[in-house]
């Protein structure tokens, strides 16, 4: 007998195309909360546009979002349907949208989406109905936070998993695993009841340059290619190679331009490099000590 959320999960889901999957895995990319830098649904995004994934179910947003939150403009801008007007005509007017791709060739179901503000419970059956019905055992969330780095060094991924055992795997892909007490996130809620469900979900958050606004094309590159290696999938990134280096190269341009700022990203830099030495290389710094070689 379904629970009143399954029964509502599958009023709410709609799933119109059935490809020739065989073990898909899942993968999240959420706007909202987790998404600075454009992290999470910018490789989503490379994703499915790299592997001309089609679009396969929906997931109906009405109730799962607030669109009129009291408060300064500047909060309730957050909440608000997108909309544009020219000459005084209505040309477009946006709600969430929440969509799965999926790619035979990759073996891989992509999730774009916005993280709702109500009904997490019923949004998760969503997701977990539709992993029931293409057999779906391992979720992959990818996010961001801002932090203290550099944006000329790769951004940190920390990791957090469904169940104690993932963790030996993606300790191998040099991820940290994360320590954290405070407001959670919809994902988080996800990886409980994954845990309850016999689901694996693995939830991959870059850290992101603080003092960069708007999407990061180097943290997307970056994100992107670690996580195909993780998949097993092959993609093509020259193009986004290009577009993280010519995004650094513009950005360092700038810095330079503000003398206390560029003193703040080389002591960042160094700070960096040295918790990479000292926490990455700890063996080998040992071991170059022993030989008699200083590298303080």
């Not at 499915?48 to 408060?71: M, R, S, V």
């Not at 993280?115 to 969330?141: R, S």
Request: glycine content about 8%; proline content about 4%.
């Amino acid at each position: 007998m379904k629970s009143k959320s399954q029964k509502m999960a599958t009023k709410r889901l709609n799933i119109f195309e059935k490809p020739n999957l065989k073990e898909p895995r899942l993968v999240l990319g959420f706007s909202g909360w987790m998404d600075g830098g454009d992290i999470s649904t910018g490789t989503v995004k490379c994703f499915i546009d790299k592997l001309g994934a089609q679009k396969i179910a929906t997931i109906n947003p009405e109730g799962f979002y607030i669109y009129n939150f009291p408060g300064m403009m500047e909060v309730t801008a957050m909440f608000r349907p997108h909309t544009k007007i020219e000459s005084g005509l209505i040309t477009s007017f946006e709600i969430p949208a929440d969509a799965f791709f999926a790619s035979e060739e990759a073996d891989l179901i992509l999730f774009l989406g916005k993280e709702p503000n109500l009904l997490w419970e019923e949004f998760a059956t969503c997701l977990l109905w539709l992993c029931a019905e293409f057999g779906v055992k391992m979720i992959y969330f990818v996010g961001s936070i801002a932090g203290l780095i550099p944006h000329t060094r790769e951004p940190r991924l920390f990791c957090s998993v469904s169940d104690a055992k993932l963790k030996e795997t993606f300790q191998h892909y040099g991820v940290k695993f994360t320590s954290y007490e405070g407001p959670a996130s919809f994902v988080t809620y996800l990886t409980t009841r994954c845990n309850q469900q016999a689901l694996s979900l693995v939830s991959l958050v870059a850290t992101i340059p603080a003092y960069v606004q708007g999407a990061n094309p180097k943290c997307i590159e970056a994100v992107t290619r670690r996580l195909a290696g993780m998949l097993g999938v092959d993609l093509e990134l020259d193009d986004l190679q290009a577009a993280s280096d010519e995004f650094e190269k513009k950005l360092s341009q700038i810095v330079q331009q503000q003398p206390e700022l560029a003193g703040s990203i080389r002591k960042l830099e160094e700070d960096y490099d040295n918790e990479i030495f000292d926490s990455e290389m700890g063996e080998l710094k040992t071991w170059l000590q022993q030989q008699g070689i200083s590298v303080d």
